[in-house]
C-alpha cells in the first residue's frame, strides 16, 4: 500500500493551505513523506500498484487545478513521460520485468491461467456465486494462487452476477457522489474531492491485477470502506451552516 500512501501524501502536496480539517505540518515534511512512501512503493516492485499509483497521483494533481494549469500540468507530465522512456526504455523495461520469462509475462505471471480456473467456477454457480472468501480455496486447489487476481473476477466467483451488479453499483455511485461534491459551501471541498478521486482511481487500476477492492477482507476494501465514509462526512461538511444565523432555531417547551 506504498503507492496508495503516495497518492495520499501528493494530494497534502499539492493542497498547500486548502482548506481542511486536521493538523497541518511543514510542506517540507510532506515532501519528505512523498519521497519515503514512493520509494518504498517503486523498491516493491508491484506493477499493478505502482501503475495505480501513477494514475492516482495524476487524478490528485488534474483536479486540484484548473483551467490552463490542468492543460499546463498534462504538457508537462507529457514530456517528462517521453524523456524518461528515450533515456531509460531498457532500464524501466528490466525494472517492470522483474527477471520474470517471457512464458510469465506472455501469462501475466499465470494471470490468464488463474482467470480460466475462474471462468469455469462462474460457470457452476452464475448468479450468487460460490460465497465470500471462496475464490482463495479454489484458486490455491487449481494454481497454488490465492484469491482472483482481480476485482471483478474475484466477486464474479464469490457473489455471482447479482454481487457484481451491487458491486459495480456501489463504486459507480461512490465515484458520482464524489465527483459532484460541493465546490462552494461552508468548507471548501475540493482537495477531499481530489484525494477521493486519487484514491479510487488507485484502487480500481490496481484491482485490474489484483482482488483488491472485489474482496470483502484485506487492505483495499477496508480503503474502500473509508472512503464511502470519507465522502459521506465531506457531502455533510459541505451543506452544514456558517453561522447561528442560518441555524433554524428549536423552541423549547415552557418550563423545560
Known amino acids: 500500500m506504498m503507492c496508495l500512501a503516495a497518492v495520499v501524501a501528493v494530494g497534502y502536496v499539492v493542497g498547500g ?3 481542511r ?7 517540507l515534511l510532506y515532501w519528505g513523506i512523498l519521497a519515503v512512501v514512493a520509494g518504498g512503493g517503486l523498491a516493491g516492485h508491484t506493477r499493478g500498484a505502482i501503475l495505480g499509483g501513477i494514475c492516482g497521483a495524476a487524478v490528485v494533481l488534474v483536479t486540484t487545478r484548473r483551467g490552463r494549469a490542468v492543460v499546463e500540468i498534462g504538457l508537462v507530465g507529457l514530456v517528462l513521460v517521453a524523456g524518461v522512456a528515450i533515456m531509460a526504455s531498457d532500464k524501466v523495461t528490466t525494472y517492470f520485468e522483474r527477471g520474470d520469462t517471457s512464458a510469465q509475462l506472455t501469462t501475466l505471471s499465470h494471470r490468464t491461467e488463474l482467470w480460466s480456473v475462474a471462468f ?4 457452476k454457480k452464475p448468479l450468487f456465486g460460490n460465497g465470500i472468501t471462496a475464490s482463495r480455496g479454489i484458486f490455491y486447489e487449481e494454481t497454488g ?3 482472483g487476481h482481480n476485482g471483478a473476477i474475484n466477486v ?3 457473489l455471482g452476477a447479482v454481487g457484481l451488479l451491487v458491486w459495480a453499483a456501489l463504486l459507480i455511485s461512490l465515484l458520482l457522489g464524489i465527483r459532484h461534491l460541493p465546490r462552494n459551501g461552508p468548507r471548501d471541498l475540493r482537495l477531499d474531492r481530489a484525494m477521493l478521486l486519487g484514491i479510487m482511481t488507485f484502487l480500481l487500476v490496481d484491482s485490474v491485477f489484483y482482488e483488491g477492492i472485489g474482496s470483502v477482507a484485506n487492505v483495499a476494501s477496508t480503503w474502500l470502506f473509508m472512503c464511502i465514509g470519507w465522502y459521506v462526512v465531506a457531502r455533510r461538511d459541505g451543506r452544514r451552516p456558517t453561522s447561528a444565523a442560518e441555524v433554524e432555531s428549536v423552541p423549547v417547551p415552557a418550563g423545560g
Do not use: A, H, M
Open 17 to 19: 493551505r486548502s482548506d
Open 156 to 158: 464474479l466467483v464469490e
Open 145 to 147: 494462487l490465492g484469491g
Open 120 to 123: 469455469e467456477s462462474i460457470e
Open 21 to 27: 480539517p486536521g493538523p497541518r505540518w511543514p510542506p
